[in-house]
């Protein structure tokens, strides 16, 4: 199967800076679009960034300056470093991957989350 693991979430002051992991695992013939969603109390889920396999990378407006999105297709893993981080980007957020398996054809898979909050 495949499976996708987040790490990095945590408490953090406004002005900080975290850096969230995610890593893929399972048989994995090739990973595709990889994105981060975040989705805040009582909101829906929203995309915060999303890149493509050669590197293309989407962001969404608010975070536009502050967050970058990055991969390592060799370690099957996805990165958004985070700055200056404002209390409004409070949240859980999730990593999604568009995976081709080896056996058992194409699909969208998602993490099971990773909790920031920024505060004073």
């Known amino acids: 199967q495949v499976q996708l693991v987040e790490s990095g979430g945590n408490l953090v002051q406004p002005g900080g800076s975290l850096r969230l992991s995610c890593a893929a695992s399972?048989?994995?013939?090739?990973?595709?679009?990889m994105a981060w969603y975040r989705q805040a109390p009582g909101k829906q889920r929203e995309l915060v960034a999303a890149?493509?396999?050669?590197?293309?990378?989407n962001v969404q407006d608010s975070v536009k300056g502050r967050f970058t999105i990055s991969r390592d297709n060799a370690k099957k893993t996805v990165y958004l470093q985070m700055n200056s981080l404002k209390p409004e980007d409070t949240a859980v957020y999730y990593c999604?991957?568009?995976?081709?398996?080896?056996?058992?054809?194409?699909?969208?898979?998602w993490g099971q989350g990773t909790q920031v909050t920024v505060s004073s």
């Open positions: 890149i493509t396999s050669d590197g293309n990378t």
């Open positions: 999604n991957a568009d995976i081709r398996k080896i056996v058992g054809g194409r699909g969208d898979y």
């Open positions: 399972g048989i994995i013939f090739r990973i595709y679009t």
